[in-house]
């Protein structure tokens, strides 16, 4: 009994060996499994880690860029407020200016009726004397002093019909008292009636 004991306990041994080793073996399949689980993961991880600092950088530049571009926009604002400003107070001392002009102008247009008054006073005065002679008028006097000369009897119709004649072609717009005409190959202007 002492050996199939031992045979048995042998045996039980056998078997818990013989398990042991499968279970082993399995485990370390689970561990090779779980082993190229972690070099994927790992390799994930490390590849997502880099993206991350990757994506980071191009973030971080990106914040560079916009808060450049705000200071600018900052700057430039600051710098269009001020301009505005300044032409806004140069264009209230021009319109106080204007304002003064009108004002002043206002005044020299109040006064000015009573100084055309003073002033064509002070021009009229007891030996002013205007006369009007209108353009294009013919004048009758030279004509009855020639008709006098010349003609002794009827001159003053004769000064009136000369006078009215020359009126009359004076008055006519195509009449052109002179004339060009070609002598020598050169142009000469003669009077013509």
């Known amino acids: 009994m002492d050996n199939q004991f031992i045979i048995q306990e042998l045996c039980r041994a056998k ?26 993961v790992s390799e994930a991880f490390t590849k997502m880690k880099a993206e991350m600092k990757a994506e980071n950088r191009r973030l971080y530049q990106d914040y ?29 001392m021009k319109q106080k200016r204007l304002d003064k002009r009108e004002a002043q102008g206002d005044i020299k247009r109040e006064n000015l009726p009573v100084e055309k008054e003073q002033g064509l006073q002070d021009f009229w005065n007891s030996q002013t004397n205007i006369g009007i002679k209108r353009m294009g008028e013919v004048d009758p006097e030279p004509f009855k002093e020639a008709c006098k000369k010349k003609c002794s009897g009827d001159w003053e119709m004769k000064s009136t019909e000369l006078c009215s004649l020359w009126q009359d072609i004076i008055n006519n717009p195509e009449w052109y008292p002179f004339k060009r005409e070609l002598t020598d190959g050169k142009y000469q202007v003669v009077f013509f009636a």
């Open 64 to 92: 560079v860029v916009e808060r450049k571009r705000r200071r600018l926009a900052t700057e430039s604002s600051e710098e269009l407020l001020q301009k505005y400003k300044a032409l806004n107070k140069e264009l209230e």
């Open 15 to 40: 078997n818990l060996a013989v398990t042991l080793a499968k279970e082993i073996d399995v485990k370390n399949e689970k561990l090779m499994e779980m082993e190229l689980k972690l070099d994927e």
